[in-house]
């Protein structure tokens, strides 16, 4: 069964540090495109960062210099460290993995871990 499972959200203070841990299945990880995004209330999902099977990453603009996203490849596990927390960054965290099988791609969504930052 496909799964993606997001944990390490939580409720912290502004300037302080989470790591997000997304674990996948072996088909939507191991050549997988693994991305993290984020909603906001009231405001439509974005991109923060994305990692390839080969370990080159991606990142918004709104997320560089902050937020570094990783992949343990033993562990079938992806990862988001977040530091220097702002107000702005709370928001539910989705993983999504973009995967390639029987010819087709497609993406399949975590539920979402929320991380809720307090000045």
């Known amino acids: 069964q496909e799964q993606l499972v997001e944990s390490g959200g939580g409720s912290v203070q502004a300037g302080g540090s989470l790591r997000l841990s997304c674990a996948a299945s072996?088909?939507?990880?191991?050549?997988?495109?693994l991305a993290w995004y984020r909603q906001a209330p009231d405001k439509q999902r974005e991109l923060v960062a994305a990692i390839n099977s080969g370990g080159t990453t991606t990142y918004a603009d709104s997320a560089k210099g902050r937020f570094t996203i990783s992949r343990d490849n033993a562990k079938n596990t992806v990862h988001l460290q977040i530091v220097d927390l702002k107000s702005d960054d709370t928001a539910v965290y989705y993983c999504?993995?973009?995967?390639?099988?029987?010819?087709?791609?497609?993406?399949?969504w975590g539920q979402g871990t929320q991380v809720t930052v307090s000045s």
């Open positions: 999504k993995s973009t995967y390639y099988s029987g010819g087709i791609i497609d993406d399949y």
């Open positions: 072996e088909r939507l990880f191991r050549t997988a495109v």
